[in-house]
């Protein structure tokens, strides 16, 4: 009877250590969520701003090589251009001759001399705001072409985490958004920005 009533305790310990462990685990679970998510949140965030600049320093380039106009424009399906200023939901990149109609041309798929060259979109919940709704083209020197509201300055982008409204994003100590400036001379500029600090989309 000894013997048996010492293997019930040893049970009994056991059980009791084993949900102890759990708890902790709970515990350090729940303390290791935030980071987790943040870093998730850096990684998507740096990503789309990755992609945007490299799209951006593609259409430059392609320009010049192909001595045409490269226009991105955002789009939620690479199909069309969508009739705003948010990029959150994707971009299309895509050429067309020089002509007297003149640059920032809608991309026109029943157009054979429109050529799509890529079709991007972000991933996670972020917002992608240009400076305008107007298309962003690069000529023929790589420089940014003009457009009605921009003249010849510069023209930017700004990346940040979304707090779950769209359109609603947010620079923070954990997940800082990045601003990327394209120049007149059609060379890109970027920067983190700083907590809280304000991205309205403006001309500059």
Known sequence: MASLSSGAQGRGV???ELLIAMSVLAVLAM???P???DTVGRHQLSAAADALAADLTYARMEAMQRATFVSLCPSRDGVRCSDDS???QGWMTYS????GSGANREFAAADQTFRLLRYSRTSGALTVTAADGDIVTFGL??????????G???WRFCILSDTGHLGSGVSTSAIPGTEIAAIASGSLQRRRLAVDESCVPEVR
């Open 14 to 16: 056991t059980l009791i």
């Open 31 to 33: 303390l290791a969520a």
């Open 35 to 37: 980071a987790f998510h």
């Open 86 to 88: 948010s990029y959150g």
């Open 96 to 99: 067309y001759p020089v002509s």
């Open 141 to 150: 020197q790589g420089q940014l072409k003009p457009s009605g509201e921009r």
């Open 152 to 154: 010849g300055r510069s």
